[in-house]
Structures are given as C-alpha cells and as structure tokens.
C-alpha cells in the first residue's frame, strides 16, 4: 500500500516536469528556428544589392528551384528588388533566372557594355532551341537549358552578337539557331557610305592633292554641324559585308599618307582618317560618287578632296551626290600689282525706286544698277567667289581665274534679308553668283538671310556705332569687352573664317580681339584690289557708293 501511494506520488511529480521538459524543449526549438531564421534573413540581408557579382560559376534556377543553367565567375549582373528575404535565391532583372544567394557579393556598380550610337540594332532576331551557350571574349559565360529570342546587333562571319544581361555577348552560329523578322527600330539606316579621301594632310602645302590641317579640320567640323559622323575602315567592311547597320550619315575619311598632323586631327575632333595603302584588301577609285553595299570590292567609287574643294561641294560629297570639280586656271601676273589683285567690292543697301522706295543715304544701291554689275560680271566671264575661296587664296593654298571678283555686303540692313525689302538674295539666285554678307549679329536674325548664294560672317555683335573715340565702338571700349562681343557674333553665326571692321576703322588692340577670337582674315575699306601680300586683318575693298557709273564699276573689277 505504500509502494502505491508512493508510486502515484512519483506519477504526480513528474508529469509536471515532463510537461515542463517538453516546453522547454518546443521553445527552445522555437526560439532555435525564430533566431535562425532571423540569422539567415540577416545573411540574405547581407548579400543583397542592386549590383551583384558572382563568386564562382554557379547554377542558374527557375522559380521551382530547378536547375535550368549555369554563369560564369566574376560576371556582374543586376538584380530584381527583394522585399522578403526568407528566399535564399535572388531574381536577375529582365529574366526569369535565380542565383543562390550565397554565390553572390556586392559590387558598387556596373559598366554596362555600352552600345555604339551610330550602329542601328537589325531588324531580326535570333531563336535558339533548348539548349544555347553564350560568349563573352571567347569564353563561355552562360549555358542555358531553354531557348532565347534576342536582337541581333550584329554579326560576324561565325557568330552572333546579340546584347543580353548588360553585356555584349557572342552566340556561335549553328543549325538549331534561326532568324526571326522582328521590328525592332524605325531608325533610319544608311543605304550609301560617302569615302571622302585625302591623298595628303600637312601643315603646308604646295600642290592640289595636299590639304591643310586648318582646311581639314574646317571642313570636319562643317560636316559634323551638318550631322555627318566618321566610321573606321573595320565598321566600312563590315557594312560592306552586311554585318551591321549604319544610321545615315555615315561618312568614311582615308588618306593615303599617316603622319602626326592627322593622329592630333583625329584625337582633337574624336574623329577618324583611316589608312588605305595599295596593299589593302580594298581598291578605291576617285569617281567623286558615293560607295553602296553592291560595290565592287576592287573598284570601290570614292570622292577625292582638292586644296580648291569648297565646303558646299564636300557637303554635296558627304550627301552622295555626284561632283565635278575642275582645276582652277592658272593666273597670270598683273602689270599693275604685285601678283593678282582681285577686287572686293562692298555692297550696303539695295532698294527699288519702281516700288516707290526710297534712300538718302550714299551708301544706298537702286536694284537696276546693281542688276547692271551682275549682268556684266555674268556677261563678261568673271568667278563670283565663296568667302572659303577667298581665304585659301589669300593663304596661298589655292590659286583662282583672273577674272575673279569677291561680293561683300555689309550690315543686314535694307533689302539684304527676306524681313526687309529681300532685293539681294532673289538677284544672286537668279544669277547663280556668290556673295558674303558681314552681318551685325546682334540686330537681325540670321534666318533671314539663308541661301546657298549667301555667306554669312561676323560685323561685330553690337559694335556697330562710333564710341566716345570717333573710330568706331570696336576701338573704343577694352579688350575684353570687345573679344566678348566677337565671340558672340560667332556663336550665333556659327563661323569665325573672316570679320569686317565696321566704318572701316581697326586698332593694335581691336585686330588682335579679331585674331584671338580666331577669325583667318578680316577687312576694311582702301579702293584698292586686294593681293596676297596684303595684311590678312586689313584686307582692303572698294565701297560701291549710289552715284557709281558702270563705267567706273568695269574699271574696278578689271
């Protein structure tokens, strides 16, 4: 009897301890999972960034946790945002791809592979089966268990380059891949490639195949203003080949001479003159036509430069169009100058006095009489010159007919623009002659004065008025106001090739605003034809007053 009640004694002792055994065990389990779970979600935590990187080649998942691939080590991806991080597998971005969490470290950023802004993506994808590897610089990066459907970017004789997870990567061609139409831009591409040669770029030259580094790097910046951009020779043979897409404008530049002046050419502009030497696989020939994929690799057409190729006719180059260029005649020397003299004539004002129009000044010009100077420029033979003309003779660097005369007309003011009277540039289409209009920047708009007959340079932003010193505003107030105001002339006229002084008047100090901001010539007045030996900042020229005769008018220009 006491062993019972002994017994049930024990019982009664120790199912509280049981129960109390068991607790502790449960929450101590509980406590083991709660602080574990929170220790990994700490370590996931841990781990995570926009910016991954991978420690090791490592197993691609589906989100079933299956393995459906593989990446590489040290290959940077980005990532999906995480909110809960209870899962141990992270989502690349743009993909349904995870990556064991532990596989991964953080990385500040990355470099993403940019693409070449001038190359257009094709207009086709590649489609692959099952199973697909991609490369990166001959090196396996990816292996994937499922197909891809990307745009090809493009294309090299046994590989496709297609962009995927930031990187440019290769996919080897083989039969399970094929090539799907897909629309994949609208842009434009270039269905003709413009190969602008040089035979030779000096600082110096001395014949017609050679052409200045000044004259070049005009020429480049006018075809960049105009949206041309320079391709290297591996990018031609590649179009060539039908291995990538151009966006139009794409312009090819060779030379038949590599030297210092073009390397520091190419470095200043970011641009490139490429190489071609008789052994390159490519044969040119100097057509002056553009090149197109169906070109014959032996007999390409190419357009040659000349030191007397004007901007408008490389313009024309760069658009594909054909070009005749003809050798200027030689000059001859004149009896009365030293070496030739050619006549700038200097324009102000044009009204029509058949139009009830009016003008006191003596700087005025009725339309008739000045219908009578052109129809005798035409009738007798006389070059009407482009300003760009007039500069390279001026340097020595081309040589231009005797009968050559240079138009100028300065201000903007009656009957120069389209807003006030237009008298001006309806005569010189219609005579097909060339003229320059010294405009004062700051007082009209340029866009009234457009038309491929019409250069327009600076006459000062707004300097145009006497000063407190009598010679003009440009000789009177300090240097650095002057060169501020040269300088914004430019900028609205987008050219500094040449600068008038206005009322003729120059100083030491305003000639050297123009030379710093970096005008190549500049004129003022004399009655004298201008000559080669004459100072480039004080060129002179013959103001054409209203009581002009003709005959006074032949006299000048002969």
Request: proline fraction near 2%.
């Amino acid at each position: 009897m006491k062993k019972k009640k002994l017994n049930l004694k024990r019982k009664k002792v120790l199912i509280p301890v049981s129960i109390f055994i068991i607790i502790l065990i449960v929450s101590i389990t509980i406590y083991s999972i709660i602080t574990y779970n929170k220790v990994l979600k700490l370590d996931i935590r841990n781990h995570y960034n926009k910016y991954l990187i991978t420690t090791q080649k490592t197993n691609l998942y589906d989100k079933n946790n299956k393995i459906i691939g593989s990446i590489s080590k040290d290959f940077k991806l980005t990532m999906t945002n995480v909110n809960d991080f209870s899962n141990k597998y992270f989502k690349i971005k743009d993909t349904d791809y995870y990556i064991y969490y532990k596989d991964l470290k953080k990385i500040k950023n990355i470099d993403k592979t940019s693409k070449n802004e001038n190359h257009l993506v094709f207009n086709k994808n590649i489609k692959t089966k099952d199973k697909i590897i991609l490369y990166k610089d001959n090196k396996k990066v990816l292996e994937l268990d499922q197909g891809l459907n990307l745009p090809i970017e493009f294309i090299e004789d046994d590989e496709y380059n297609v962009y995927y997870l930031n990187n440019l990567l290769q996919i080897k061609k083989n039969k399970n891949i094929k090539e799907i139409n897909k629309d994949n831009t609208k842009e434009i591409e270039a269905d003709y490639i413009s190969v602008i040669h040089y035979e030779n770029i000096n600082e110096t030259c001395n014949d017609y195949n050679c052409i200045t580094t000044n004259s070049i790097k005009e020429q480049i910046n006018k075809l960049k203003e105009n949206g041309y951009y320079t391709i290297t020779l591996d990018e031609y043979r590649d179009y060539l080949a039908g291995n990538i897409r151009l966006k139009e404008k794409a312009i090819l530049l060779t030379t038949s001479n590599q030297n210092d002046y073009i390397n520091s050419i190419n470095t200043e502009l970011g641009t490139h003159i490429e190489l071609i030497t008789n052994d390159s696989d490519l044969k040119f020939n100097s057509t002056n036509k553009k090149s197109t994929k169906e070109s014959d690799k032996n007999q390409i057409d190419r357009y040659q430069i000349k030191s007397y190729s004007t901007i408008d006719n490389i313009l024309k180059m760069a658009n594909g169009e054909e070009v005749v260029e003809q050798e200027p005649v030689k000059v001859t020397t004149s009896t009365n100058t030293k070496g030739q003299g050619i006549a700038v004539l200097n324009y102000h004002f044009f009204y029509d006095p058949n139009l009830g129009e009016s003008c006191n000044e003596g700087i005025c010009l009725t339309v008739q009489k000045f219908r009578e100077h052109l129809d005798y420029l035409k009738n007798n033979g006389f070059k009407t010159l482009k300003m760009e003309e007039f500069t390279k003779w001026m340097y020595g660097e081309i040589q231009l007919p005797e009968k050559s005369v240079l138009i100028t007309i300065d201000d903007g003011a009656m009957g120069t623009g389209k807003h006030n009277g237009n008298k001006l540039i309806p005569l010189l289409e219609e005579y097909k002659m060339n003229a320059t209009l010294f405009l004062i920047a700051g007082w009209w708009d340029l866009g009234n004065y457009i038309s491929p007959y019409l250069d327009v340079q600076s006459h000062t932003y707004d300097m145009h008025q006497y000063g407190t010193c009598g010679r003009g505003q440009l000789n009177c107030q300090p240097y650095e106001e002057v060169k501020a105001d040269l300088e914004k002339s430019v900028e609205i006229i987008g050219n500094k090739n040449s600068f008038c002084f206005p009322f003729y008047y120059s100083s030491e100090r305003s000639i050297q605003a123009v030379k710093d901001v970096g005008f190549r010539i500049a004129f003022v007045g004399g009655n004298r034809k201008a000559t080669q030996s004459n100072n480039k900042y004080l060129i002179p020229r013959y103001p054409i007053h209203s009581n002009i005769t003709l005959e006074r008018f032949i006299d000048i220009v002969n």
